[in-house]
């Protein structure tokens, strides 16, 4: 079965910056939106951001604009999340979603997740 895989989550701390990347997908990215979703313990999983499928319309949620970008490599199938001027609240599971859905984005697949730990 088709498997998204995240990486490039850890410790960082307030105010510095990581990149994420969701790879391993079987079929090319660009057939689906994809999105990056987070969850903290006890709490939903949240849509942050969407890319739709030709890559023209991206959204983000009001707390991470203009400091998170989402990008997307085709030549090696792979969609990035940058995350700059990370805060504290950040810290969470980050997940990627591809799928057809862009209310909410995605949604046929996910992957496991990575952890973002945003800390003094």
């Known amino acids: 079965q088709s498997q998204l895989v995240e990486s490039g989550g850890g410790l960082v701390q307030p105010g510095g910056s990581l990149r994420l990347s969701c790879a391993g997908f079987e079929k090319p990215l660009d057939y689906y939106a994809v999105g990056w979703y987070r969850q903290v313990p006890g709490k939903a999983r949240e849509e942050i951001v969407c890319i739709n499928s030709p890559g023209t319309s991206t959204k983000y949620k009001d707390s991470v604009k203009s400091r998170f970008t989402i990008s997307r490599d085709m030549a090696n199938n792979t969609v990035f999340l940058q995350m700059n001027s990370l805060k504290v609240e950040d810290t969470a599971v980050y997940y990627c979603?591809?799928?057809?859905?862009?209310?909410?984005?995605?949604?046929?697949?996910w992957g496991q997740g990575t952890q973002v730990t945003v800390s003094p």
């Open positions: 979603s591809a799928g057809t859905g862009w209310v909410p984005c995605g949604g046929d697949y």
